[in-house]
């Protein structure tokens, strides 16, 4: 398996436009969870999938923010619209299983976001 | 509220050393915790998965111990390298929420 697959790598956009992040998780895999870096921060949770359903969006944090997963082979994260506060390294990561029989999470390799 | 701590923030020692990495949890309510890898720059690598029924996994010269109970999980490295220079993140896995929620991490310098 190729594992979680992001795409773009790398985005740069000016502010108040949109942006979709996307992720492809490990075929099998039944969650999926969106996360954002900062140096400040650390890994958020941002939100976190079962079975394409949105189980927690706690973390969104705000209106401007929104996930989907219309299928268990791909996942959206879009902002819209952006400002320079989002600036970040987006993380998409999935895992199999229920309850204990939870397996390891594995990560994408990210997206990172620049908006000017 | 699961709250995951990581002690020291950072740590610097010398090639050969064996050195111990510290991660609590305040919700001993979990499935399992694991240990990760990030390189400057890069994605997180999975290195360890302990299940909350497990006391502790061993994968090369790392080994990470849980004692559930008392919310607390140990990464020791055994003779360590330069090539072990990354931040280590614990992350755990809640039974009451599903969600995987992760520490600060521990910066880890090896001198050559």
């Known amino acids: 398996d190729a594992g979680v697959i992001q795409s773009p790598r790398h985005e740069v956009t000016e502010m108040g436009q949109e942006v979709t992040l996307r992720c492809k998780p490990i075929?099998?895999?039944?969650?999926l969870f969106w996360y954002r870096q900062t140096m400040m921060r650390g890994l958020e949770l941002l939100i976190y999938?079962?079975?394409?359903?949105?189980?927690?969006d706690s973390g969104m944090p705000e209106d401007r923010f929104s996930a989907k997963m219309p299928n268990a082979s791909f996942s959206t994260l879009k902002i819209q619209p952006s400002e320079p506060r989002d600036s970040a390294v987006y993380f998409c990561?999935?895992?199999?299983?229920?309850?204990?029989?939870?397996?390891?999470?594995?990560f994408g390799q990210g997206t990172r976001l620049t908006v000017v | 509220k699961q709250e995951v701590t990581q002690i020291p923030a950072a740590l610097s020692v010398p090639e050969g050393e064996n050195l111990v990495l510290n991660c609590s949890f305040t919700?001993?309510?979990?499935?399992?915790l694991q240990w990760f890898r990030q390189d400057p720059g890069k994605g997180l690598t999975s290195l360890l998965l302990?299940?909350?029924?497990?006391r502790e996994q061993t994968s090369g010269r790392l080994n990470a111990s849980l004692d559930k109970s008392s919310g607390r999980s140990t990464l020791y490295i055994a003779a360590s390298q330069p090539g072990d220079s990354a931040t280590y993140l614990c992350?755990?896995?809640?039974?009451?929420?599903?969600?995987?929620?992760f520490g600060q991490g521990t910066t880890l310098q090896v001198k050559p």
């Open positions: 075929s099998g895999h039944n969650s």
């Open positions: 990561a999935s895992s199999r299983g229920a309850g204990q029989g939870m397996t390891e999470a594995f």
């Open positions: 302990i299940q909350s029924s497990q």
């Open positions: 992350a755990v896995r809640s039974s009451n929420t599903g969600k995987l929620i």
């Open positions: 919700d001993s309510a979990i499935y399992n």
């Open positions: 999938f079962n079975n394409n359903v949105p189980i927690d």
